[in-house]
């Protein structure tokens, strides 16, 4: 008899940011998938079974979860975040399309969480307040020319940008490069916000203006916040400044 | 004694979507603010009081919410979804900027909620799977000439799209304008997903071409995703087709 599987995500670390939906998941689940610092945000029982992985083999790790829940099992696979941003809902869908026949009829349910850059900007403000977009900057699965022409193209047009993946030991280079390319189209004002771990005891979180972004501001933790040219930092008695990007856009500009 | 003020999100409606955190808000809250159909959600005790309010009127009613807060209540803010898209913590922050002396010093904790386009996706698979922007089709606060070159810088640099409000009684044509837009740049083939009320009794849910899609689709209460030139629609068996956005760019593409 097939069992199921759930793929969720745990919000920023904070149990208190998971959805009653996501921990009802949890409940239901006897075999759990998922990189260790995620599963280790759990408080599962003794008979709850943990199969921790490496944060690479994304595809490996799904197969794995779908062949248990065909096997009979409920299956729990656990993204930090959303599991539909940068995460495993991708790489499940991947692994149900490369073979349809075996796990098309496995019952999936994807349950949503608040990601990083929504825990990022509750935070400070309202840094998205207008529109904005998500860019991974991992060149893994993707050319560097590709993550080049999004960056120009959302900030060329006035979105406020969310970095994610933006650093790591294997992929020193590209949040410099970012910068530069950001900083060849955007005012030196525009407020940066590192956000590392909201929610979490080891929690960080600064704004720069562009001019002084650096990388060694973020590690593999940390989700990016860029503004647009109207995004405003507002200095608060008693409280961290303000940051939020206002819903309007003037009349006279011409982007 | 200065109160506080809460801006929460209750997610796209259904309860078990709401995060522990935005409940425990709302259970230390006595006076609630924002739009009926979003308070409706909520089940409050008979001492917590509610201020509804019109959907227009945000910076008001964040002006009534902050006061409120400064004579000593707890106040909630409440908003649909995420409050920091194109939802009340950005009309909160432009309140505390046009008053600094005012309200700079109202304790504030914006709390983050399941934004639509994260609840429509996880319904169908991972559409926003790779890199993705949110637009607000409203015109009210926005030139349209904004809007319709941000649709051609997301469609052109290969993000997938969520595009929010995207209709309503006084503004019946944005949408069919934004289809017509996206035709001239995307292939006809790509998937459109209309999602609404996600998680609620009236859910709904459809995918079609882009050739296909038509305003009468949506209604205010809709969020919609395009996906990129990859995004992959897959029949399952005996389950709803599955809508995904590979994690990978082919090394091959010149966007």
Redesign the interface.
């Known amino acids: 008899m097939t069992g199921a599987l759930y793929v969720i995500g745990t919000?920023p670390g904070?149990?208190?940011?998971?959805?009653?939906?996501a921990?009802?998941a949890v409940a239901a689940s006897t075999l759990f998938f998922g990189y260790k610092p995620y599963l280790d945000r759990l408080e599962l029982r003794p008979n709850q079974e943990r199969h921790a992985s490496d944060n690479r083999e994304?595809l490996a790790r799904a197969r794995a979860a779908l062949d248990a829940a065909l096997a009979g099992k409920t299956v729990c696979m656990v993204s930090g975040g959303?599991?539909?941003?940068?995460a495993m809902?991708?790489?499940?869908?991947?692994a149900?399309?490369a073979d349809?026949e075996t796990y098309?009829?496995v019952?999936?349910s994807?349950?949503?969480?608040?990601?990083a850059m929504?825990?990022v900007?509750?935070?400070l403000?309202?840094?998205?307040?207008?529109?904005?977009?998500?860019?991974?900057l991992s060149d893994n699965?993707?050319?560097w020319?590709?993550i080049e022409?999004?960056l120009?193209?959302?900030a060329?047009?006035?979105?406020a940008i969310a970095l994610y993946n933006p650093i790591s030991k294997a992929r020193p280079l590209q949040l410099g490069k970012a910068f530069s390319t950001l900083r060849e189209i955007l005012p030196n004002s525009i407020p940066v916000i590192f956000g590392r771990a909201i929610g979490r005891p080891d929690e960080a979180i600064q704004t720069v203006p562009l001019a002084d972004a650096h990388p060694d501001m973020a590690d593999m933790a940390t989700c990016i916040l860029i503004g647009n040219a109207h995004t405003?930092v507002?200095?608060?008695?008693?409280?961290p400044d303000?940051v939020?990007?206002?819903?309007?856009?003037p009349?006279a500009?011409?982007?």
Chains 1, 2 share one sequence.
């Not at 959303?82 to 940068?86: A, K, Q, T």
């Not at 403000?125 to 991974?136: E, Q, R, V, Y």
Request: charged fraction near 20%; include cysteine; aromatic fraction near 6%.
């Open positions: 919000g904070n149990p208190e940011q998971m959805t009653l939906e921990q009802a994304e959303d599991p539909g941003v940068f809902a991708a790489a499940v869908c991947e149900i399309d349809r098309g009829a019952p999936l994807i349950v949503p969480g608040i990601t929504m825990a900007a509750a935070r403000g309202a840094p998205l307040g207008n529109d904005f977009c998500a860019i991974s699965l993707k050319p020319t590709v022409t999004r120009r193209a959302a060329s047009a006035g979105f405003r507002v200095p608060r008695d008693g409280q303000l939020y990007t206002p819903r309007f856009v009349e500009e011409n982007e």
